[in-house]
């Protein structure tokens, strides 16, 4: 389908720039932690964005879904409040079909598969939580743990 959400990697340099900027941005120290910073990508207001996918953990099993937080099943959840704006250059298509790991192809096969049919609830949200950013600052529970977009933007322009 045309409107597919694909999962993408973003290059680490980008994440570690952004990342002294905002506190919500997970680096990871590649030496350490060969795991791929990968999540989904959609357009808000004319600019990509770009979602991390979170490991699902056992604390996810406790944690309702909301407005920032989609759990796709039991696979992982997706952080709307940690979204960034990415340039074209910074991101990497993933071909899943190619990874080596069997296991980890079949997990990413069904994260894919889950992630379109949540698609449009997941742009949505996305832009939910963007105006809400945008409106509201810091003054409530889901502004205070959400990326500075208005920052972010003008740092990914300038990059």
């Given at each position: ?8 990697k ?16 997970f680096?990871?120290?590649a ?9 989904v990508?959609?357009?808000?207001k ?14 996810h ?6 407005v920032d ?48 049919k949540q ?23 889901l502004s205070s743990?959400?990326?500075d ?11």
């Amino acid at each position: 389908m045309k409107d597919n959400i694909r999962i993408y990697k973003v290059k680490s340099e980008y994440i570690k720039y952004l990342s002294m900027y905002q506190k919500h941005i997970f680096t990871q120290d590649a030496e350490k932690d060969n795991r791929k910073y990968i999540g989904v990508v959609f357009e808000i207001k004319g600019m990509k964005y770009f979602a991390p996918l979170s490991s699902y953990k056992d604390k996810h099993k406790k944690m309702k879904e909301s407005v920032d937080i989609i759990k796709i099943k039991d696979y992982a959840v997706i952080n709307l409040n940690n979204m960034i704006p990415v340039p074209a250059s910074q991101v990497m298509d993933i071909d899943i079909n190619k990874e080596k790991d069997s296991s980890y192809r079949y997990l990413l096969q069904a994260e894919s598969r889950e992630i379109n049919k949540q698609r449009n609830r997941i742009k949505k949200n996305a832009e939910i939580v963007y105006s809400h950013k945008k409106h509201n600052g810091i003054t409530t529970p889901l502004s205070s743990r959400t990326n500075d977009f208005e920052l972010l933007e003008k740092l990914c322009k300038e990059y």
